[in-house]
Structures are given as C-alpha cells and as structure tokens.
C-alpha cells in the first residue's frame, strides 16, 4: 500500500511555463484534496473532488485547475505560473461520506519554485 | 466555518506532558475537532478526533469540555521525535476545513 503519492517531488519553472501535478492514492478514496503550504503558513484548500468526474474550488483556486478523470488519481495544472505560486503543494485523500468527518491522508508534497 | 485559536509556540523538554489547547468558541452542534501532526518537509498526519469529553489513542488524549468551546490535546511523556506542528481543526466536511498556523511544540533533551 503506497498510500498518496505525488509527482515530482520537486520542481523550478520559469514564469509564465505551465506543467501539471499528479498526485495518486491507492486507498480506494471518494474525497481528494490539493493544498498548498507556504512557508510558516497552515495549509490552503485549492481545489477538491468529491468523487471521479467532479471538482470543486476551495479557499485559493485561482491561477489552478484540476482533473478527476480516474478516482485513483487527481490532476492540478498551473496554466501559466507566476512567482506567487511558489509554495509546497500538497495532495490529500480521504473517504466519502458527508455524516462524519473522515481522516485525511496526505502525500508528501511537491515543492514548486516559480521563477 | 469555526475558527481556532492556538498558541503559535512552545517548549519542552523529554518525558514531560504537554498541553496545547485550541480555542474554538462558535462551534457548531455537528463539529468535530480533529487534530494533525506536521514534521517539516512532510505532510500533515492525523493524531485523534473528537466530538465531546474525552478521547484516548496510542498517541494522544484529546480532552473537550461540556461547552465544546476549547480542546486540549495531550501528549505524554513526549520524546524529541515529537517536535512537530500541531493543527486544530473544527469542522465537519473535509471540504470545509481550515489549517491555521499551527501550533509549533519543540522538545529539547
């Protein structure tokens, strides 16, 4: 069991470059997350997923788009990176049910660099 | 959405309790208050969930008051591996959670 996996781990991109963040679970998992984390700060909710097939925004969606086109894994594309989205990004999974809050797991994060 | 409060940081040393407590005064009926742990370069990891009174794992004891205003997560006996952040969140949807800062424990020797 693998758990949440994210690739890559690291990255620099130059300003105005685009690339896309993979980020898989092998957990069976209805709900999927991304986040982001910059430095000495909580983690931000960009996007999530409530199950293959949908998305929705979270607290900072803006410049970020996503795919759930399998629900074993979950894509978070940056169209044209800007310097303001340096940051750890994070992907978490959890199960999906609306009556109780459910554990999150997270992946160990990718570190982007925008130049 | 229930916003925390909790201390930005704190300190202690090997084989003392420690006690971080999270103030949450408009939580709703339905929250839980749930509680991570962060090593740096890693992501968070679940330690305890509660609803009221008092809940104990093989990590942590998270302690809630009758009014569920407040919480304190209790680590004993903690050892150097322990010097982590500390996320209280409230909340009931995954979807609708809020990371704070954190609290951030170190444990000296």
């Known amino acids: 069991n693998a758990g949440v996996t994210q690739t890559p781990k690291f990255r620099v991109l130059k300003t105005g470059q685009s690339m896309t963040l993979l980020c898989a679970q092998d957990?069976?998992?209805?709900?999927m997350y991304w986040y982001r984390q910059d430095p000495g700060m909580g983690l931000r909710l960009i996007h999530y997923?409530?199950?293959?097939?949908?998305?929705a925004k979270g607290e900072v969606p803006d410049g970020y788009n996503v795919s759930r086109l399998k629900k074993q894994n979950f894509l978070l594309g940056l169209e044209s990176a800007a310097p303001s989205q340096t940051s750890v990004y994070f992907c978490?999974?959890?199960?999906?049910?609306?009556?109780?809050?459910?554990?999150?797991?997270f992946g160990p994060g990718t570190r982007l660099t925008v130049l | 959405l229930a916003k925390t409060t909790q201390p930005i940081s704190m300190d202690s040393y090997e084989g003392q309790e420690v006690n971080i407590t999270c103030s949450h005064n408009?939580?709703?009926?339905?929250?839980?208050i749930t509680w991570y742990q962060q090593f740096p370069s890693q992501g968070p990891r679940f330690i305890i969930q509660?609803?009221?009174t008092k809940v104990t794992n093989e990590v942590a004891s998270l302690f809630i008051p009758a009014d569920r205003k407040s919480s304190t997560l209790s680590l004993p006996r903690v050892s150097l591996s322990d010097t982590a952040v500390y996320y209280c969140?409230?909340?009931?949807?995954?979807?609708?959670?809020?990371f704070g800062t954190g609290t951030r424990l170190q444990v000296f020797p």
């Open positions: 509660g609803y009221k």
């Open positions: 957990m069976n998992h209805e709900y």
């Open positions: 997923s409530v199950g293959e097939g949908t998305t």
């Open positions: 969140l409230v909340g009931r949807n995954t979807d609708k959670l809020i």
């Open positions: 978490a999974s959890s199960y999906g049910t609306s009556d109780v809050y459910n554990e999150q797991f």
């Open positions: 408009n939580i709703a009926t339905n929250d839980y």
